[in-house]
């Protein structure tokens, strides 16, 4: 069982509709993270959040809302996605402090859009 | 630039054999490395990872990596595989400098035969 939770495991939706991802730790950690990883590739960052604050955006679209509710939560707000967002979507969490604090994976939300 | 690179798209291997899975980093300044393994379907599951000290670090599944600064490498080895080592192994840096991002390889797709 991993130590980050993420809901729902599988979600399909259309080009039009709005749906959230949603990501939860109770470890403590208060940075958080957003990957989406495509088929045969390593994760790629999308968002950052660090003490509830998103502090790192990867030049993400629009169309992907990050929220950090709490120090626990974190969602991922979809709207309007197109084709090529499906992947799989990681959440991950770490302590605060340098590059040396290894970041904890969710076993991901698998996005298909329609 | 710092990039990572795992030479190693595919590595298959007789169960029971040992094996090696590359990695080499290129940096300006001095980083931590980490081995995740991905089964599957499933998340990033964090394997090993080297910060500082002893140049050799080991897992608690058999695994073990060394660090060479010389070389500049992080090479993962296992003495003898079993079916279920078989899942995409990523090698992954991040900076002492404390922005919170990996810079992740490609991935090795290790598949273990019977």
């Known amino acids: 069982d991993t130590e980050v939770t993420q809901t729902p495991k599988h979600l399909v939706m259309g080009m039009t509709n709005k749906k959230s991802l949603k990501c939860e730790q109770h470890m403590g950690h208060r940075a958080m993270y957003w990957y989406k990883q495509k088929a045969k590739k390593p994760p790629e960052l999308m968002f950052v959040?660090?003490?509830?604050?998103?502090?790192i955006n990867e030049s993400v679209p629009s169309r992907f809302s990050p929220e950090c509710p709490n120090s626990s939560l974190l969602n991922l707000h979809l709207h309007a996605l197109q084709p090529e967002d499906s992947a799989l979507y990681l959440c991950a969490s770490s302590h605060i402090g340098t590059g040396h604090q290894p970041q904890h994976f969710g076993d991901g939300t698998r996005l298909s859009i329609l | 630039a710092q990039s990572v690179t795992q030479l190693d798209s595919q590595v298959p291997v007789f169960e029971e054999a040992p094996v090696e899975l590359r990695c080499n980093y290129s940096?300006?300044?001095?980083?931590?490395l980490f081995w995740y393994v991905q089964y599957p379907n499933q998340g990033l599951q964090l394997l090993l990872k080297?910060?500082?000290?002893?140049?050799l670090v080991e897992s608690i599944n058999g695994f073990e990596a060394e660090f060479n600064k010389s070389q500049t490498s992080f090479h993962l080895r296992k003495p003898s595989v079993h079916i279920s080592d078989t899942a995409e192994y990523f090698c992954?840096?991040?900076?002492?400098?404390?922005?919170?991002?990996?810079?992740f390889g490609t991935g090795t797709r290790l598949k273990v035969l019977a």
């Open positions: 080297y910060l500082s000290g002893s140049t």
């Open positions: 959040y660090s003490y509830e604050k998103l502090s």
């Open positions: 992954a840096v991040s900076f002492t400098s404390g922005t919170y991002k990996y810079i």
């Open positions: 940096s300006s300044v001095s980083v931590y």
